[in-house]
């Protein structure tokens, strides 16, 4: 079985960042959605971890069941 890692870069989207980098701005705004709730919809179990213990204890439980799916959430702090 194969593991494969995605790494995913949380961009914050700060006020008028759309004017900036397109001129102009329609009423739209795009934000990061939920991956926890993106993975649930797929059918894939889906867990978010907020500090370095978080993740170790979902990775472990994530390799222990090798026949699941496991996407994790992992928020970074600047």
Same mark, same amino acid.
């Given at each position: 079985m194969h593991h494969?890692?995605?790494k995913r870069l949380y961009i914050k989207?700060?006020?008028?960042?759309? =004017?900036q980098k397109f001129g102009k701005s329609y009423g739209v705004t795009f934000t990061n959605?939920?991956?926890v709730q993106l993975a649930k919809s797929f059918g894939i179990k889906g867990e978010q971890a907020n500090s370095l213990v978080e993740? =170790?204890?979902?990775?472990?439980?994530?390799?222990q069941s090798l026949d699941e799916i496991v996407l994790i959430d992992v928020l970074l702090k600047s």
């Amino acid at each position: 079985m194969h593991h494969y890692c995605f790494k995913r870069l949380y961009i914050k989207n700060r006020a008028g960042n759309d =004017e900036q980098k397109f001129g102009k701005s329609y009423g739209v705004t795009f934000t990061n959605p939920d991956f926890v709730q993106l993975a649930k919809s797929f059918g894939i179990k889906g867990e978010q971890a907020n500090s370095l213990v978080e993740f =170790e204890n979902i990775m472990k439980r994530a390799l222990q069941s090798l026949d699941e799916i496991v996407l994790i959430d992992v928020l970074l702090k600047s």
